[in-house]
Structures are given as structure tokens and as C-alpha cells.
């Protein structure tokens, strides 16, 4: 009698350990053809009072670098900004980069939006500017960007209230994970 519960026991095991690696195989199946898409969307995420509605890489084999315009190079970040800090601000940097203090990635061997302090950009409670430049590694060099490949990234921007004046300086940083297309 005790047999019969032992294989009892076996023929259940086997059935169920044939279902679950039939469901494995289906779904090995699925991932190798591609049917799930486990790569992140595409965002840009700013912190409270400045967002990021859109922003694209533009891909290319060739590094924008200080002596190419970021219009005509490639590796090139276009996004665009909303300013929802509740006054008017100047903008007078932006650089878009995989290191997170990249506040003195501008230099002139790196192309970035640097405008001399005072003459930034302004930019009206609710307005929009956009920009379009180069993104760069850690080293804050210029990279290459094939098509397909992934950038996952930090967005700096240096800017100052109008009212205030440029001696307030402040910084903010958000977050940009993007594939070029």
C-alpha cells in the first residue's frame, strides 16, 4: 500500500515538473524572438519645479568635439526644458553627462551651453527653452552614439533667479536615460 502513495506521489511530480518547464521553454521562446520589450522607456526626470517633457539622442560614429557644431556632429542629446520654479530664471549652463558633477565638464575642449554669467538665457515662470548638445562619459569627453544604443545619463543645469541676480547661482540635476535612434 505504501508503494501506491509513493508513486502516487511521483506521477504528480512529473506532471507538474513537465508543465512548468514546458511554460519555462514558451517563455525562453518569447524573450529570444523579443515579444517583451525589457528596456526601460525613454525618460527625463527633473527635480520639483523644472521638468522635461521631451528630449531625444540623435546617434552617429563620430563625437561632437569643440570644433564641430552639435547641429552637424553626432552623439547629440536635443531636450527641452519647462521652468516651473516659480519666477523668472536665467539659464547659464547646461551640459548633459554620465557623470553625476559635471558642473565643470564645460570648458572649451568639451561643447556645451555655457553663457557668460549674466547673459544666460532667460526663461519666464511656464516657458520652455530648449538645447541641443553633446553627451559625454564620465571624463567629460565627448562620446560617439551608434544607433540602438542606450544612454542613461544626468542632465545639469546652472541657472540663477532674474530677481536675485547671477552672485545666487544654483544648480539642479536631473536624470535622462535615452536610445538613439
Do not use: H
Amino acid at each position: 500500500m505504501n508503494f501506491k502513495r509513493g508513486q502516487a506521489a511521483m506521477e504528480y511530480l512529473m506532471t507538474y515538473g513537465w508543465a512548468i518547464l514546458v511554460i519555462v521553454i514558451v517563455l525562453a521562446a518569447l524573450l529570444y524572438l523579443g515579444i517583451f520589450n525589457l528596456n526601460p522607456p525613454e525618460v527625463c526626470t527633473m527635480p520639483a519645479g523644472m521638468s522635461c517633457p521631451k528630449s531625444y539622442l540623435r546617434a552617429g560614429t563620430a563625437p561632437a568635439t569643440a570644433t564641430t557644431d552639435c547641429a552637424a556632429a553626432n552623439g547629440c542629446m536635443n531636450a527641452t526644458f519647462v521652468n516651473g520654479l516659480q519666477k523668472t530664471i536665467v539659464v547659464t549652463n547646461v551640459s548633459i553627462t554620465k557623470n553625476a558633477n559635471s558642473f565643470d565638464a564645460c570648458t572649451s575642449a568639451v561643447r556645451c551651453i555655457n553663457w557668460v554669467s549674466g547673459t544666460g538665457v532667460t526663461v519666464p515662470l511656464g516657458s520652455q527653452f530648449s538645447v541641443m548638445l553633446p553627451v559625454t562619459d564620465e571624463n567629460g569627453v565627448p562620446m560617439a552614439i551608434s544607433s540602438g544604443d542606450a544612454f542613461s545619463g544626468k542632465i545639469n543645469i546652472v541657472y540663477y533667479f532674474k530677481d536675485e541676480g547671477a552672485s545666487a547661482t544654483r544648480k539642479i540635476t536631473g536624470n535622462v536615460y535615452a536610445k538613439a535612434a
